[in-house]
């Protein structure tokens, strides 16, 4: 545990003197439209994924239908999510817009609701399983009865009712959350197959076409939360 502590404290002292962007004061417009881009590109990523997998059965309920990322702010070794992103398929953009409803990444950028499921995803990064990194939301199954007070249920108000979240882990540092959307529960071999290219992603990059997110977000940002071997965040509470 003292090792873990001025590993902390060392990143602290680091953070005092880096020049990258802090979250959220620092973030600007300009942040946004690079996250934006970033994500579009994860989006379709998953998209042509499943449908390699799908072939001519591939069917537009099964697709993603929606990506966004939360960061934790700068410095905070425990959970303290600020949205600063959301894409969307053209699908549920036109109907978005049919219903003369607000870009969800505009309305939402800087908020700074504490979801359920970020502090899920920051307790379980380090588990020894990595089936148990990700977790769920299923709203299809009745657990809109447990969004607390001020979420937005963004996604169920969208026809969304699933969602899949994985922490993002750089430099051993869980920093934030990767979230992608469908409109129902996607059978096994698709969600194992949406999973596998969120992990590259959010953590475990393979492959240099899969680098985009952390490259940028470890240039461009003082990240915070917790170290990744104390990723169970509640039990460093007093």
Not at 98 to 111: A, H, I, K, T, V
Not at 153 to 168: E, R, S
Not at 172 to 189: A, I, M, Q, S
Not at 208 to 226: A, E, T, V
Request: glycine residues 8%; proline residues 6%.
């Amino acid at each position: 545990m003292a090792v873990g502590k001025v590993t902390e404290k060392a990143r602290l002292m680091r953070n005092q003197s880096d020049r990258r962007t802090r979250i959220p004061g620092g973030i600007t417009p300009e942040d946004f439209l690079e996250i934006t881009k970033i994500l579009r590109v994860i989006l379709q990523d998953i998209d042509d994924e499943l449908k390699k997998l799908r072939g001519k059965a591939y069917r537009d309920n099964e697709r993603p239908k929606e990506l966004h990322v939360r960061l934790n702010e700068s410095d905070k070794p425990w959970p303290l999510p600020i949205f600063v992103g959301w894409v969307e398929s053209e699908d549920t953009r036109k109907k978005r817009e049919d219903w003369n409803q607000p870009d969800p990444g505009l309305l939402r950028f800087g908020d700074d609701i504490f979801s359920e499921v970020y502090g899920e995803a920051f307790r379980w990064a380090s588990d020894r399983r990595p089936q148990n990194h990700f977790r769920y939301r299923d709203w299809g199954a009745g657990e809109i009865l447990e969004k607390r007070s001020g979420e937005k249920a963004t996604d169920p108000k969208a026809g969304n009712t699933f969602q899949t979240c994985l922490a993002i882990v750089i430099d051993k540092l869980v920093t934030g959350t990767l979230v992608v959307g469908f409109r129902r529960k996607p059978n096994e071999p698709l969600l194992k197959r949406t999973q596998a290219v969120l992990r590259e992603w959010a953590r475990e990059p393979k492959s240099s076409d899969r680098h985009g997110l952390i490259d940028f977000l470890d240039r461009k940002f003082q990240l915070g939360g917790p170290l990744l071997k104390n990723s169970n965040w509640a039990r460093t509470l007093p």
